[in-house]
């Protein structure tokens, strides 16, 4: 099941990476951008993230929000959140505010919290 703040993503999405693509390097955009293929041997940074159930990545993602679906071997630091669905297999670290794991889902890494700072008046 899909988060509220992670349906709000899906429907934001501005590029994508289609199930027959492979990309060799960085993938960079101020949008949301949704992988079905591959991305070898770069990162990604992107506002938003979706990582269909197929998808294969290989490097590093800086982003707001993920959602992920496929494999990830790569550290993640996700601003928001980071919600790992339960096909899904991810080996490295990630550090996020809000951690969602799904039943089922493999993650094999480090995780950290990030917290949000508060002012006192």
Do not use: W
């Amino acid at each position: 099941m899909i988060k509220k703040k992670s349906k709000s993503l899906l429907d934001s999405v501005e590029s994508l990476i289609g199930h027959s693509a492979i990309i060799e390097g960085t993938v960079k955009t101020d949008k949301t951008v949704r992988i079905d293929g591959k991305i070898i041997n770069g990162n990604i940074i992107a506002e938003g993230v979706i990582v269909g159930e197929k998808a294969e990545i290989t490097g590093d993602i800086d982003t707001k929000v993920i959602v992920i679906a496929g494999l990830i071997k790569g550290n993640i630091n996700a601003s928001e959140t980071i919600e790992i669905l339960p096909q899904a297999k991810v080996f490295g670290d990630i550090k996020t505010n809000i951690l969602t794991i799904a039943e089922g889902a493999h993650f094999y890494g480090k995780s950290s919290m990030t917290i949000k700072e508060t002012t006192v008046d």
